[in-house]
């Protein structure tokens, strides 16, 4: 018989899901928090009054923008070209990276919503499908990056 241990793993092994440990929460589960924020924060500044709806007392925008900064700094600072890079150096290269991405990424979605027509449905679908693809463009530079990394 399989120890509750075990049976955890076995639990989250079928859903995908890593095991819960210090480092999975901080470059697993950190990052991945960070990518639903960032995708909330699409829609937020694409299409503000679905998020009033939701949330209507209070503006979450700082709130998903501080997740979406956390989890993509965890994400890079976890990386295998910053790995024999000082501390203090790597911990201000993701700082810029996770800035410049999620501060980059609210521009060209203020830019995208000023220009496409005022439609709640089409707001939302070009938020989502821009967020998703600024973030898959992203992963994939850092993966190239990750790559020319000679171990």
């Not at 991945?32 to 949330?55: D, E, T, W």
């Not at 600072?77 to 810029?96: D, G, I, S």
């Not at 973030?135 to 000679?150: A, P, Q, T």
Request: net charge positive; with cysteine.
């Amino acid at each position: 018989m399989a120890s509750k241990g075990e049976e955890k793993v076995s639990c989250c092994g079928k859903l995908g899901l890593k095991p819960l440990t210090g480092h999975n929460i901080l470059f697993y589960y950190a990052p991945l928090q960070g990518a639903l924020s960032y995708s909330a924060l699409s829609v937020n500044v694409m299409n503000p009054s679905l998020i009033l709806r939701v949330f209507p007392k209070r503006d979450i925008t700082n709130m998903l923008l501080i997740h979406t900064l956390v989890g993509s700094g965890l994400y890079l600072y976890n990386r295998p070209h910053l790995q024999a890079v000082p501390k203090q150096k790597r911990v201000l290269y993701c700082t810029f990276g996770a800035v410049s991405f999620s501060l980059g990424s609210v521009l060209i979605w203020a830019i995208l919503r000023s220009v496409i027509p005022q439609n709640v449905a089409l707001c939302t679908v070009a938020g989502l499908s821009s967020g998703l693809a600024l973030m898959k463009i992203g992963c994939s530079y850092v993966d190239h990056v990750d790559s020319l990394v000679k171990n």
